[in-house]
Nanobody
């Protein structure tokens, strides 16, 4: 099992910045890839940014240029630096992790952290 705990959400005005953090616990050594997703009210959960197994990053078009995903592998941390926030970025943000096949190849989610961007 992998436990994911997000922090760093909050309320901010448009144009502001937030840094989300996600700490991976449990069998973190089993993690293959990690990503950030978000879900706005009435909408489906969508990928914001993520790491592929080769270490490359990908971003949704809606956040590209405003958001940076990073990790601190020594501390089992995943970060999401969000700048120039817009009201449409308002959502619950989730950290996710996928484990390597030998560990079951499972997907895990954190509990989410709320981000509210006011205009």
């Amino acid at each position: 099992q992998v436990q994911l705990v997000e922090s760093g959400g909050g309320s901010v005005q448009a144009g502001g910045s937030l840094r989300l953090s996600c700490r991976a616990g449990g069998r973190a050594v089993c993690i293959s890839t990690m990503s950030w997703y978000r879900q706005a009210p009435g909408k489906e959960r969508e990928l914001v940014a993520g790491f592929a197994s080769d270490g490359s990053t990908n971003y949704s078009d809606s956040v590209k240029g405003r958001v940076t995903i990073s990790t601190d592998n020594a501390e089992n941390m995943l970060y999401l630096q969000m700048n120039s926030l817009k009201p449409e970025d308002t959502a619950v943000y989730y950290c996710s992790a996928h484990t390597i096949p030998v560990c079951g190849g499972k997907h895990f989610w954190g509990q989410g952290t709320q981000v509210v961007v006011s205009s």
